[in-house]
């Protein structure tokens, strides 16, 4: 009764015990198994809110402070812009961490994709450098490329994002006049996207947090993004019955790998029995 009531109250952190092998005691070990699901969730769920309290916070106050200095008479042109600017940028921070905070919790409740297409990945990757030429070029980063010709059935809008989500996280720890690699090969029924930087690299602590929601890898770097890419990235890897690995070596740079599966061959042969 005791521990009926706990968890009542929302305290999770109950098991009951038992020692029988029959079915009750299945019952019994599947409502432990439960219970312990129950609780990560909601440890999930309070440190998501903690974060985005936090994410969502700093932004506000920097609006509040320039709004209010903007109010100041004795300001000069060049401040008033300055000002200004920086209001706009952060205001433009909120939407993007609203967006894809929407973004991911749409992939988190979705168990598979419906709307499936064949894409070309080549062309796709092609198309994601493309965009992002302005980011490489400011740095004058060298993209090379080695794409072999690849169908892939799955959601071409979300999968031209984690490609996008990739390449900006490769030019964005790139040094400057740097070179990132893109390789895109079928071996084993399996497509195989690398994405390769000789940038700054992670230590091997880092690794294991890159995917979690709000983590980011480098908090110089925290002005340009809110550490959900990489946890959008595996979303839709997984939704597209993938794999995602990453490799890294602290200042010598990062490899990202995806595996997708190949699209089989159509037979379009007709059998006359």
């Not at 609006?63 to 004795?74: P, Q, R, S, T, W």
């Not at 200004?84 to 961490?97: C, P």
């Not at 947090?209 to 980011?216: A, D, G, L, T």
Request: aromatic share 6%; with cysteine.
């Amino acid at each position: 009764m005791m521990q009926q009531k706990k968890l009542l109250h929302g305290d999770y952190d109950i098991e009951l015990e038992t020692r029988r092998e029959d079915e009750i005691g299945e019952v019994t070990q599947n409502f432990n198994k439960m219970i312990k699901e129950l609780q990560s969730t909601e440890n999930l769920q309070t440190e998501f809110i903690n974060n985005v309290s936090h994410e969502i916070k700093t932004p506000i106050t920097s609006i509040e402070g320039f709004a209010k200095l903007l109010k100041e008479k004795d300001l000069s042109d060049e401040e008033r812009e300055d000002y200004s600017n920086i209001i706009i940028e952060e205001s433009e921070r909120l939407t993007n961490l609203a967006g894809k905070m929407l973004k991911l919790s749409k992939l988190h409740n979705q168990d598979r994709i419906t709307n499936k297409q064949e894409i070309l990945v080549a062309e796709q990757i092609r198309r994601a450098v493309s965009l992002l030429e302005p980011k490489w070029g400011e740095k004058d980063i060298k993209i090379n490329v080695n794409l072999e010709e690849c169908c892939f059935l799955g959601d071409e809008e979300l999968l031209f994002q984690v490609w996008v989500n990739l390449l900006d996280n490769a030019i964005k720890f790139s040094n400057q006049n740097g070179k990132i690699d893109v390789k895109v090969a079928s071996k084993n029924g399996y497509i195989n996207v690398a994405v390769k930087d000789y940038g700054a690299g992670m230590q091997e602590a880092e690794l294991d947090k890159i995917f979690e929601r709000f983590y980011q890898i480098d908090r110089s770097h925290s002005e340009e993004g809110c550490g959900l890419g990489l946890a959008i990235v595996k979303r839709i890897i997984e939704l597209s019955e993938g794999k995602i690995d990453v490799e890294s070596e602290e200042g010598k740079g990062t490899t990202v790998t995806v595996k997708l599966p190949q699209v089989k061959e159509k037979n379009n042969k007709i059998i006359i029995s």
